[in-house]
Structure formats: C-alpha cells, structure tokens
C-alpha cells in the first residue's frame, strides 16, 4: 500500500468506528479542503449507502461566499443533511459578544453557537477535519478527543489509544471531537485531492483578488473588514491555503491554478498554512486557548 492508502484506510477505519460507537453523530463542515476531504472519505466509508449522519456547519456570517455557493451545491448534488448554526443569531440573542477592533473575529464564537448545535441534536461525536500538523496545540489532540458537558478539552483528561484501540465512553452530557485526519499533513490532504479529484472552491486556487497587506497578511477586501487609517488596496493574483473569516484570513500570492501546481508550491514551501490567519497569531497558545473553552 502507498502511504496515501494507508491514510485514507485508517480514516475510514475511524469513521467506520465513530458511527458504530455513538448513536448520534454529526460531521462538522465549514467548506474548507480538510472538512471536505473528510465528507468524501466518509461518503466512500459508507458507499452505496448515503453518508448516515448529517453535516454541520457553524455559519460565523463572515464566511468566503465561495465556501457557501459550494456548500449548498454540495448538500443539493448528494442530498446530504445539512444543519447550520449561526453565530449571528448567538449573537443576536445575547449568548454571544462579538469583538471589536481591526482583528476581530467571530471564530472563538463558534464555540457557543457549536455547543448549542450539539445539546440541541443531542450529538455524542462530532467528526472534523483538525490535523495534528496544523498547530502544535493540535498535536496533543488524540483521535477521539474527550470533551466536557461545556465542550472545553482538557488535556489530561484524554484517553491513551494504543495500537489504534479507541474508547468512546463517557459521562452523560459529555462528548467527543474525532478527528479521523489526525495524521494527516497539508501535503497528503492535496495529494488525496489530487488522486481522487475532488472539487474545491475556487478561492483554494490562483485568482485576482483585492486585498491589503495587513500584519504582513494579505487580507481579503469585503464587507467584513475596515480599512484602517493609511490602509491602501491592491490587486493581487492569490489563493488560500486555509479557509476562515473572511476579515482575518490571509491569502498567499500564487499562480498554481490546479491540484498539481498547489502540490509543486507546497513542496517549496516552509510556512504553516495558519501562519497567516491573524487569530491565531495573538500569541503562543491562541489555538490552545480557544480549544479550552470548547473550540473545534
């Protein structure tokens, strides 16, 4: 087997396991390359069948319109069950404080509008596309990452899991996060792309967009975010490597146009693809922080 089989067997090993675990399960999906590589994996875990738990997604209001079109024509082409969360209601009820200031961001919100998603559909598991690659917070994530009734994760709380043995009980009224991409990298997940040919939203490659270089950031100009005092924009060919709020989410400059130019660049390169998302750039332990108090 090449290292891409024994990947893609492993996760659907762990898809295969969730569902025989939980009674309820659901498939966090906010449109980006991880979340969708991980709905076509478990498409194919579950084939000819159609996927048997729903996806869903916590809509933050500042998302790319491209992940949303894509979302919709996804849901509608394979007749999946779709629940969407959104932060905009949280907030509108009070349950939410949105932030202010020139990176604010409504990512941590999730957090609330998620927790609700899952006491209201009673979800036991959730399934999301998190690597151990992408952070190093990330990297102390176990497969079946324990939660508590509050969705915050405690490290020393999580389950060995040795020789691929895991252990889905717990106490009423807590859950788990599994990741079935844990060990994947950026790399394997284009590679997977690439072999399998699946369809992305457009802004994963080469295109002109408006941006303004912020923090050394090229960040997307939109409805979202304000220019600040001597702030000017420029047209720029670029693309994304991650995929979030649209006011703090930093493209890079790019001409790979498909798969296999993205595969040639990443190859070249020695960046983390969340070295330009600006919330996670507020300090060391920002995705660890946010992982605490219930983050994906």
Same mark, same amino acid.
């Given at each position: ?6 990947? #893609? ?5 762990? +898809? ?30 579950? #084939? @000819?069948?159609?996927? =048997?738990?729903?996806? !869903? ?7 790319? @319109? ?28 009070? $349950? ?30 959730? !399934? ?17 990452? !324990?939660?508590? =009734?509050?969705?915050?994760?405690? @490290?020393?709380?999580? $389950? ?20 079935? +991409? ?18 992305? =939203?457009? !802004? ?5 967009? #408006? ?11 939109? @409805? ?22 649209? =006011? ?49």
């Amino acid at each position: 087997m090449q290292p891409i089989d024994e990947l #893609e067997a492993e996760a659907i090993y762990i +898809l295969r396991e969730t569902y025989a675990q939980f009674e309820r399960v659901a498939l966090l999906f906010s449109g980006g390359k991880d979340s969708i590589v991980l709905t076509h994996l478990a498409a194919r875990a579950f #084939e @000819p069948y159609v996927m =048997p738990f729903p996806l !869903l997604h916590i809509d933050t209001g500042h998302n790319f @319109p491209e992940t949303l079109q894509y979302r919709d024509e996804l849901v509608e082409q394979k007749r999946y069950e779709l629940i969407i969360g959104s932060v905009q209601a949280s907030i509108d009820q009070g $349950r939410a404080i949105e932030e202010q200031g020139m990176d604010a961001s409504r990512n941590s919100l999730q957090s609330i509008t998620l927790m609700d998603a899952i006491k209201e559909h009673q979800f036991q598991a959730c !399934l999301g596309g998190g690597r151990r690659d992408e952070e190093k917070a990330r990297a102390k994530e176990r497969v079946f990452s !324990l939660r508590d =009734p509050e969705g915050r994760w405690n @490290p020393h709380r999580q $389950r060995p899991e040795l020789w691929n043995h895991y252990v889905g009980q717990c106490r009423p009224n807590e859950h788990f996060r599994v990741f079935p +991409l844990s060990n994947w990298t950026e790399l394997d997940v284009w590679n997977y792309i690439c072999r399998e040919q699946i369809a992305l =939203p457009s !802004l994963y490659f080469a295109h002109p967009r #408006e941006v303004v270089n912020r923090n050394g950031s090229l960040i997307s100009v939109g @409805p979202f975010m304000k220019l600040q005092a001597g702030e000017t924009t420029d047209t720029k060919i670029v693309r994304f490597r991650t995929c979030g709020d649209m =006011p703090i989410t930093g493209a890079i400059e790019s001409r790979a146009e498909n798969p296999q130019q993205v595969i040639v660049e990443l190859m070249q390169c020695r960046t983390s693809e969340r070295g330009s998302r600006a919330d996670d750039q507020r300090g060391h332990s920002a995705m660890e922080e946010r992982k605490r108090v219930g983050y994906f």
